[in-house]
């Protein structure tokens, strides 16, 4: 009777291992399908990453390709209205800058001459007066007019 009893139990036993190893099974399959999906929301997220800067690209190059079309049409303009047209033309943006810039220089010299009468210390009125401001300025300057027109001799060129 006791083997009977054991047999059957075995048998039970036996009869469910293949449960048991398809329930294990199973956790592996989900464990595979959520690290598949995992790796597919990455790709597709790359993939998006590389579509924007695909578009990114396209516009900068069609941007370029508005600047020269846009300097051939001015050049083309100033030749036909006639060489004096042209000079004054060429000279608006320099006359701007040193306009601007006398301008600025001399509201920097007021306020020190106001600062210097109202007691102020020479070196640290003349510290006080140089800020972050007037750097964003002078390097905002200083690009337009070198690195500005470098980007504007080589935009024909893309």
Do not use: C
């Amino acid at each position: 009777m006791f083997e009977t009893l054991l047999g059957g139990v075995f048998g039970g036993l036996l009869r469910l291992a293949p449960e048991v190893f398809k329930l294990f099974d199973k956790k592996g399959e989900r464990a595979h399908e959520l690290a598949m999906l995992t790796t597919e929301m990455e790709f597709a997220r790359l993939r998006g990453e590389i579509a924007i800067r695909q578009v990114d690209a396209a516009v900068t190059v069609e941007e370029i390709g508005a600047i020269g079309k846009a300097f051939q049409e001015q050049s083309k303009t100033s030749q036909a209205a006639g060489k004096f047209v042209s000079a004054i033309s060429a000279l608006v943006r320099p006359i701007i800058t040193y306009a601007f810039v006398s301008a600025y220089f001399t509201v920097k010299v007021a306020a020190y001459l106001i600062a210097l009468e109202q007691g102020g210390e020479w070196k640290e009125v003349l510290l006080s007066l140089w800020n972050q401001d007037d750097v964003a300025i002078l390097f905002m300057i200083i690009s337009f007019w070198f690195v500005g027109r470098a980007i504007d001799r080589n935009a024909g060129r893309v």
